[in-house]
């Protein structure tokens, strides 16, 4: 019973354009999203957050989208750089269990030069 | 600055061995999480700790064991590796349990 899907394992994108990560949900009860950057050899790396009382976060390049009647969220990197390639994992929480973390299965970015 | 410190990187085990991963954080976080990952998934979380003397599972437990009698270190115990335990494991820590830290992750071979 996977409650966090990305339902796009890989994207290739061209250097300089935009990339978009989708995530959807099912546990109406996440209240608390968040975006995790990953290279290989090394731990995830925290990128972006969003409350569930807001429906768009944004810092620098990186903007997070949140449709909660929809049970959706999506990452916007604009413009897309080499160095973003990587894995990208959605995470969701829910307070009232312990604001454990539910990982989606990850999403490989390539951009290319 | 060294935030998350897991050891080792790389471990190979055979069949029926156990062994300890080590994970040390010097930031001071109560909490305290051990995660795997296996090709092409995300990340299972397997035990985590709200704070010292505190442990509790999480989606995977079984065949690991945690303990946290300090803070600053949450070791992972296999007992009886089996093949199915071939993964690459996390540990993280947080102060609030929702931006985790993690470590570099130690990669784990059980033949």
Same mark, same amino acid.
């Given at each position: ?7 796009? *394992? ?33 731990? *995830? ?32 990197? =604009?413009?897309?750089? *080499? ?25 490989? =970015?390539? =951009?290319?030069? | 600055? &060294? ?9 190979? +085990? ?5 062994? !300890? ?23 299972? +979380?397997?035990?985590? @700790?709200?704070? &010292? ?22 070791? +992972?115990?296999?007992?009886?590796? &089996? ?9 993280? @820590? @947080?102060? @609030? ?8 992750? !130690?990669? +784990?071979?059980?033949?």
């Amino acid at each position: 019973d996977q409650q966090v899907k990305q339902n796009s *394992p890989s994207l290739s994108v061209q250097e300089g354009r935009i990339s978009i990560l989708n995530c959807d949900y099912t546990n109406s009860m996440f209240d608390y999203f968040l975006w995790y950057k990953k290279y290989p050899a090394e731990g *995830p790396t925290f990128l972006i957050s969003i409350s569930s009382i807001k429906d768009k976060n944004e810092d620098g390049r990186f903007t997070v989208f949140l449709n909660k009647s929809a049970k959706h969220l999506s990452l916007h990197i =604009v413009p897309s750089q *080499p160095g973003d390639s990587a894995v990208y994992f959605c995470a969701a929480s829910d307070k009232a269990a312990g604001n454990k973390l539910t990982f989606g299965g990850g999403t490989r =970015v390539l =951009v290319k030069p | 600055n &060294a935030g998350v410190t897991q050891t080792p990187k790389f471990r190979i +085990l055979k069949i029926g061995q156990s062994m !300890t991963l080590q994970c040390a954080q010097d930031m001071n976080h109560n909490y305290m999480y051990w995660y795997r990952q296996d090709p092409g998934m995300g990340l299972k +979380l397997i035990y985590y @700790s709200v704070g &010292a003397g505190i442990t509790d599972k999480g989606e995977v437990p079984n065949g690991y064991n945690v303990s946290r009698s300090t803070t600053e270190d949450f070791p +992972l115990r296999l007992e009886l590796a &089996a093949p199915s335990q071939t993964s690459v494991y996390f540990c993280a @820590s @947080s102060t @609030s349990g929702k931006d985790l830290h993690f470590g570099n992750g !130690t990669r +784990l071979t059980v033949t």
